[in-house]
Each structure stands twice: as C-alpha cells, then as structure tokens.
C-alpha cells in the first residue's frame, strides 16, 4: 500500500519552499599580465611579444606575433 494522498501532495507543494539558494558561480580564471620580457618589430611592422602571465596553474610565457598567439609555456613551481 502506497503513501496518503494528502502525504504526496504536501511533498509536491512544499518541494519549493525549502530549496537552497543556487550556489554562487565560480570565479573567473586567472589571467593577469605580468610583464613584457622583450619585443621586436619586423620589417612590415608586425611585432613579435614574449610576456609572462600568472594564471590558476602557474606562471605562464606566451609568445605572439602580431594579435596571433605563437606559442606558450606553463612553468609550475620553483625550478
């Protein structure tokens, strides 16, 4: 034998009085500039950057071309 009537509808009616807020959502990532370790200009005036980042993971070089991401490195630790 089943559960009341009654029971099945309090449960339903009472389901949305005692829900718990939504957690709040998580922080942004961490992408905060560091420094600007050199540049160099071409000849049609396109810059090659290398700058470290500190990120969630570490510290991070990139090295970019113009607007155009090259290539990067994530260094974890003290060595």
Do not use: K, W
């Not at 309090?10 to 600007?36: E, H, L």
């Not at 050199?38 to 470290?52: D, E, I, K, N, V």
């Not at 500190?54 to 990067?72: K, P």
Request: contains cysteine; glycine residues 10%.
């Amino acid at each position: 034998m089943g559960p009341p009537h009654g029971l099945i509808e309090y449960v339903r009616m009472s389901a949305g009085v005692f829900r718990f807020p939504d957690p709040p959502p998580p922080p942004p990532p961490t992408n905060r500039f560091v420094a600007t370790l050199f540049q160099m200009t071409s000849p049609g005036g396109r810059t090659l950057t290398c700058a470290a980042f500190e990120t969630d993971f570490g510290l991070e070089l990139r090295v970019s071309y113009g607007d155009d991401l090259m290539c990067s490195e994530l260094f974890r630790g003290v060595e």
